[in-house]
């Protein structure tokens, strides 16, 4: 009888113990698949939306300062957005960057600082993990003129110049912090809708042409076609628990002319979240395009020229930051 009692004891924890191991492995399977899904797989939302608007802000006020100086006042505005589908193996990403900054000094118009307007959307069909087909369109320009600092004169306008890209490629997003757009086929169209910009031969127009004495014979082109090759990576992670860092770049390749002058975009932001509502940035734009011509200075003397070099921007702002 003890004997039985205890062959009966075995089997009914052998059974157990099976039927334990079933159920973690039905579990653990089940987990693997639920984060496999995506939020539209699990939820029914298919839309994620996010966005951030930040106004900085800073005033210097002087009376009778001996030390010398002019009053002023700056601010600059960003808004930062995003709006995302996601699908089965299809997904669709958008997103928009604006940004207009201004400074006024006693006794002195007032002057840019800032001035931007960037939107891009990507859609892509997954083929195996982590690797898309993509399709993606870029379109940027300014919301209005830019003068030279020295001369005043004017050196730019909306459209003017104004650029659209247009790829088609394979897109790498190994997870939510990295991404990789490569594409072997790509069209660049560069829009310069100011004449008399146009007419100077800026951003890599053709000029206009001109007879010998002066007239003119026919208008600079309005627009410049390019194809090549493209290439825009991105990266973000948090720091800390109130740093964030962004880096973004692009590259693109002329293959119908001069293919080794690279078009450069480099952009770094770090936010240092004070609280919920304030925050302090610091942003970085590298950019190298040899066809947009800067205004440089002869050595040793007054006068400038235009020429090839590289352009870049730092700022620093402390402001009130709102998430959308």
């Known amino acids: 009888m003890g004997k039985t009692l205890i062959a009966l004891a075995i089997s009914v924890l052998a059974a157990t113990t099976v039927h334990a191991q079933e159920d973690k492995a039905q579990r653990d399977a089940n987990a693997a698949a639920m984060q496999a899904k995506t939020a539209a797989d699990t939820t029914g939302k298919l839309w994620t939306k996010g966005g951030t608007v930040q106004l900085n802000m800073s005033q210097v006020s002087l009376t009778n300062w001996t030390a010398g100086g002019f009053s002023s006042v700056s601010g600059i505005a960003m808004f930062n ?17 604006l940004a207009y900054g201004l400074l006024a000094q006693d006794g002195h118009d007032a002057v840019k600082t800032d ?8 859609y892509g069909y997954e083929l195996k993990k982590a690797w898309y087909l993509a399709a993606l369109a870029q379109f940027k320009t300014q919301f209005t003129e830019g003068k030279d600092a020295a001369t005043g004169a004017r050196i730019s306008d909306f459209m003017a110049p104004g650029y ?11 997870n939510d912090h990295f991404s990789a757009f490569i594409s072997p086929a790509t069209a660049r169209f560069t829009f ?8 100077a031969g800026a951003f890599g127009v053709d000029p206009a042409t001109y007879d010998a004495q ?3 014979l026919t208008n600079g082109a309005g627009s410049l076609f ?3 090759g493209y290439v825009k990576l991105m990266y973000t992670h948090d720091l800390a628990k109130n740093i964030n860092f962004l880096t973004r770049a692009d590259a693109f390749s002329n293959y119908l002319k001069n293919p080794q002058n690279l078009v450069v975009n480099w952009e770094t932001l770090f936010t240092f979240k004070v609280n919920s509502w304030f925050a302090a940035t610091l942003n970085t ?3 190298y395009d040899d066809k947009a011509q800067v205004m440089k200075q002869w050595e040793d ?18 402001g009130l930051t709102l998430k959308l």
């Open 226 to 228: 390019e194809f090549g």
């Open 285 to 287: 734009l590298l950019i």
């Open 115 to 122: 001035d931007r307007i960037e939107l891009n959307t990507k």
């Open 214 to 216: 002066g007239a003119k």
């Open 192 to 199: 310069v809708g100011n004449q008399a910009l146009a007419d």
């Open 81 to 97: 957005g995003f709006a995302n589908r996601k699908k089965g193996r299809y997904a669709w990403d958008n997103s928009a960057a």
């Open 164 to 174: 659209l890209l247009l790829g088609l490629g394979a897109d790498y997003k190994p």
């Open 301 to 318: 003397t007054d006068q400038q020229y235009a020429g090839k070099g590289t352009q870049f921007k730092e700022a620093i702002g402390l």
